[in-house]
């Protein structure tokens, strides 16, 4: 039996705007959390005990948008693909790892070309590699010549969809990812046309829900984004609301009012990138920056219900910069980081399916969390670099990032 308790640290529970004043015990058996507050102290005398006086407990954070098997150093789709198999998969490994130390305890996958991920995942939940809590999508679901189809997940037919959603499901898969629109990252293909008709979409849905999979739809162009949500996906990633000028640039306010009343989720993949690109060459705040923070908050005065999310693994966003993309979502979106936080934890959880099992530090869950310096409500930079991080019950130092192979070497 594995067992310990933090004393000292104020927890942040999801519901509050503010952490509360007093710090709270929090104990953990065999990789859940046992109790917290008084709970926690019954019969705690024989218990190993870690003092953490003046620290910041919050939930792990989840990404729910990400890629593993993408190298963010390399630009084309043609150089990905001429990684070696066995470069690939240490690469992705490592990836994993950097993931857990930098604080993100659980993150969805959201497409590669040959289930690797999947594999991983089941190494992860054995203990027998360092990583994330892994929710795979699989071979995106697209058109020939479309977003991403170098994959493989291309589909014409009705009849092809049922297949190539059956093969995702049998290759071990948690949610469906359809490609609803083009992306940028594939040559030829336009962001804001769409790939699919509603009917294709809908069967898409409806396939995926028969195997008790949720979808989650790449949407750039705002009719991708329409089709979508009326399709019943579960997550729309980017809604970039692109026309031909560009992102941005075809704001639909009815749409994003629909979009507020539907059981869905935005995953913006506001990331580091976003980041650097605040202010043009004069010091002005860039026309990216004003297109898509006004994009952004009007979805979220309408009430529409964000989850944080980075793409990382396309180019120059790297998979372990969560953080970063918090604070640029916090300035794109004008959110308190409050918000930002619960959309990168507790709302998070709720979207991906998984509250039961993380998200939130409270009985019964994985014990999975954070231990901070500082209090990310008033400063979100304090996540860039957690002292400890709780991963299902386990103990890690940042004393031991980059230098931990074996996952049994870290026990303190
Ligand atoms: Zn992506």
Redesign the pocket.
């Known amino acids: 039996m594995n067992e310990f308790l933090i004393l000292g640290a104020k927890v942040w529970e999801t519901t509050e705007d503010v952490l509360a004043p007093l710090s709270t015990p929090v104990r953990v058996r065999d990789g859940r959390i046992l109790g917290t507050g008084d709970e926690a102290l019954q019969d705690a005398s024989e218990v190993p005990h870690l003092d953490l006086e003046g620290r910041v407990l919050v939930p792990g954070l989840i990404d729910s948008?990400m890629?593993l098997e993408l190298d963010p150093a390399l630009h084309t789709p043609a150089e990905q693909l001429a990684v070696p198999e066995e470069k690939r998969l240490g690469a992705m490994e490592d990836r994993a790892r950097e993931m857990l130390f930098a604080g993100i305890l659980t993150a969805r996958d959201?497409?590669g070309g040959r289930h690797r991920e999947h594999r991983l995942r089941g190494q992860i939940d054995r203990g027998d590699r360092l990583g994330p809590r892994l929710l795979c999508c699989g071979q995106p679901i697209t058109t020939p010549g479309g977003h991403c189809d170098f994959w493989g997940g291309a589909v014409q037919t009705p009849l092809e969809i049922d297949r190539m959603v059956g093969l995702q499901v049998e290759a071990g898969s948690d949610w469906i990812k359809v490609m609803a629109t083009g992306g940028v990252f594939t040559p030829k293909s336009s962001a804001r046309e769409s790939q699919f008709e509603l009917s294709r979409l809908n069967r898409i849905v409806d396939v995926a829900a028969r195997a008790g999979r949720s979808v989650a739809a790449?949407c750039h162009g705002t009719q991708g984004i329409a089709d979508a949500m009326r399709a019943g996906v579960r997550t729309i990633?980017h809604a970039s609301f692109a026309g031909k000028d560009g992102f941005g640039t075809l704001i639909d306010e009815s749409l994003i009012k629909e979009m507020a009343r539907a059981e869905l989720w935005v995953s913006p993949t506001v990331n580091a990138g976003w980041g650097r690109r605040f202010v043009n060459d004069r010091g002005e705040p860039s026309e990216f920056f004003r297109r898509m923070s006004a994009c952004l908050q009007l979805q979220r005065d309408h009430g529409v219900r964000f989850i944080a999310s980075t793409?990382a693994g396309i180019p120059g966003v790297r998979h372990s910069d969560l953080a970063l993309g918090l604070m640029a979502f916090e300035r794109y979106a004008g959110l308190r980081p409050v918000d930002v936080l619960r959309s990168a934890t507790s709302e998070a959880a709720r979207a991906l399916g998984i509250e039961e099992e993380t998200g939130r530090i409270e009985k019964g869950l994985s014990a999975d969390f954070l231990v901070l310096e500082s209090d990310p409500l008033k400063d979100l930079a304090v996540l860039r670099d957690p002292e400890i991080v709780v991963f299902r019950g386990r103990i890690l130092d940042r004393a031991l990032r980059g230098r931990v192979d074996e996952p049994d070497a870290q026990a303190r």
């Open positions: 948008h890629h959201c497409g790449h990633e793409d």
